[in-house]
Structures are given as C-alpha cells and as structure tokens.
C-alpha cells in the first residue's frame, strides 16, 4: 500500500514537471513574439511561390514599392498602397487596400512601426500565412537610434542602410520564388551599386556645406540618420510621427536657436502641413532675423509617380541637393545624376 502511494505521488510530480516544462516553453515564445521589433510574423516554413508570373506584390510606402519593383523586375507586379504626399504615419488601410493586401501573393512594407495605424493588418495577413515581410528587419538594432520609446523607422535617410533593405528584398523574393533567385540578386547589385554612387554624392554635397552654416531645421523629426550618415545637425517642430503636435516652447526655442546660430534657411516636407514652418519664419522676423523657407524635402514620401524625384534615388537626391544650395554648399542644380527638375 505504501509503495502504491510513493508510486502515486512520483506520478504526480513527475506531471507537475512536465507541465511546468511546457508553460516554461509557452511563455519563452510568447516572450520571443513580444520582442518582435517589427511585428512580422516569424513562419517556420518559408513559403514558395507555386503560380502563374507575374508575381502579385503589395507594399506600402513608395520608398518600400520602389525597391520591390526594381529588384524584382519583370518577375513582379507591385502595387503600391501610399502614393505621392501621403503620410504613412496616419495612413489607416481602405477596404480597397485591405483585398489587395489580401491577394497578394507577397506583402513587403517598411516597419519599425512606419506604418503604425496598419500594423494590425499586417500581423493579422502573417498569421493567416500570407508571406509578410517588414524590409528593415535584419538591420541590426545597434544602427538604430530611439527616439520618444521606439525605434526611428526613417532609415531610408542613410543610404547605406536603404542598401541593406534592397538586399533583405532579394533575398526575400529568392526565398519565395526559387526560379528567380539569379534575377533578384543580380538585380540587387547592380542597384547597390548606384546607392553607393549616390552615397558618395550626398557625402560630397552635404560636406561641402561651410560647418558655421550647417543645420537643417525641418518640420518633422525624420532626418536623424540623414544627420548622423552626413553629418549635418537637426532640429525639427514636431516629434517622430507627424501625429504628435508642436507646442508653444518648441516652437519658441527653436527660433531662438535659428537667431543664436544665424540659420539661412529652414525646410517644409510634402507630406507634412508647412503652418508650423510658417509659425518658425515669422518668429525669427519678430526677432530681426530672415530666414527663408529652402523649399519642400521629402521626408515620408517620395515624389509624382513617373518622375525622378519618383524614384529612392531621385528623392535623396533632391533633398541633398537642395539642402546644400540653400545652405551656402556646392552641388550643381540638376543633382547627382543631372535629372533633378524645380531645384534652385
């Protein structure tokens, strides 16, 4: 009776370790989601392309359709979601994106919460399977700078670490398509090979900025690896994401900063409201100091579909090249690769 009893009790704790085990598991993966940084479901077995080219591909932002359709070539068809002057901080998903989303056969978006108002979408696709990519995802959180508790999603303002995301994309779209793997990758490279041309160029531009006349005030706090990558201090009005507002104080100290440091000119960006631009201005006037508005950079996204300032390439390079003119630098007016159109 007795060692029917010690038989019994081995048996129950024998199952409290084992469940104990499990919940132990359950909870390291649980653990393992949560620290996601940019929300793209983890799938065990890669998923592979098994239809009819071309390839159907959803993105979102221009920066992100840009690379997709460069890499992927006449393998893919892209549909962009976010068109000219749209910012994809507030950008909330119609039913329209949602199906297209939905029949694509490959989603790819930026990440580290760029698109936060469809990041539910996003995660709720990778779940049901669908192959969900966020293009900054082997970054290595080392590069990345925080900022207001997250990481800064802007990374296409260093164009070293774009190169990175063009790589993750070839290699994402072998993965999914096996066939095209030579394609991509080739691609790839021969792309890289012009951001490291256009790198070189804003380096160049941005540089020869004399270092007294060196700042760039901007509407909103996307170029902090543009600043860092080119070295080029910023401020801005607003935070991180255009939906945080600018109050009276940051308004205020940043005129006064414009004054101390006698800044010749501050920028607007096409997809933010300039007003706070325009509140910046006449605050440097109430204080015996002019500055001009340099023009329209693009922060979050990119230019007219169809034209230079279109494409990744054309987008940087106008930033640089308008930045650099207006602030006392030497860069020709038609930029990096003599395209650029409007640039005074």
Same mark, same amino acid.
Request: hydrophobic fraction near 40%; charge should be negative.
């Given at each position: ?17 084992? +469940? ?8 390291? #993966?649980?653990? *393992? ?30 920066m992100v359709t840009d690379i997709v359709g460069i890499v992927g070539g ?70 990345? @700078?925080?900022?207001? #508790? ?11 670490? +774009? ?24 691609? *790839? ?65 940043l005129v006064d900063f414009i004054v101390k440091n006698r800044v010749h ?23 015996? +100091? ?20 279109? @494409? ?20 020709? *007016? #038609? ?10």
């Amino acid at each position: 009776m007795h060692e029917e009893s010690n038989r019994t009790s081995q048996s129950h704790a024998a199952s409290i370790r084992c +469940w104990q085990s499990i919940a132990a598991l359950m909870v390291v #993966g649980l653990i *393992a989601l949560g620290c996601d940084r940019s929300a793209s479901p983890q799938q065990a077995e890669p998923a592979v392309f098994a239809g009819e080219l071309p390839i159907r591909v959803t993105s979102t932002c221009g920066m992100v359709t840009d690379i997709v359709g460069i890499v992927g070539g006449d393998r893919v068809e892209v549909t962009g979601l976010m068109g000219e002057g749209v910012d994809p901080h507030l950008y909330k998903p119609t039913r329209s994106d949602v199906a297209q989303l939905q029949q694509a056969d490959i989603v790819f978006y930026s990440g580290l919460m760029l698109e936060g108002r469809m990041s539910d979408t996003l995660v709720q696709l990778g779940r049901k399977g669908k192959p969900v990519y966020a293009v900054t995802e082997e970054i290595d959180e080392s590069f990345l @700078t925080e900022i207001e #508790g997250h990481w800064d999603p802007h990374v296409w303002m260093d164009v070293s670490a +774009w190169g990175q995301c063009v790589e993750f994309v070839a290699e994402s779209l072998s993965r999914f398509d096996p066939p095209g793997a030579e394609q991509y990758r080739r691609r *790839a490279k021969e792309y890289g090979a012009q951001l490291r041309e256009l790198d070189d160029y804003v380096h160049r531009v941005i540089g020869s900025i004399p270092p007294e006349q060196r700042y760039l005030i901007t509407a909103h706090d996307a170029f902090n690896y543009f600043s860092r990558a080119y070295d080029i201090p910023v401020r801005s009005i607003q935070g991180i994401s255009t939906e945080s507002e600018a109050g009276v104080d940051d308004v205020v100290q940043l005129v006064d900063f414009i004054v101390k440091n006698r800044v010749h000119a501050i920028f607007v960006e096409t997809s933010v409201p300039v007003k706070n631009v325009q509140a910046v201005v006449e605050g440097a006037a109430r204080k015996g +100091w002019q500055v001009e508005i340099g023009g329209e950079l693009f922060s979050d996204a990119m230019g007219a579909g169809g034209t230079y300032e279109g @494409t990744y390439i054309g987008m940087l390079d106008h930033n640089a090249t308008l930045i650099a003119r207006h602030l006392g630098g030497d860069a020709p *007016a #038609g930029g990096f690769q003599g395209k650029l159109s409007g640039v005074e």
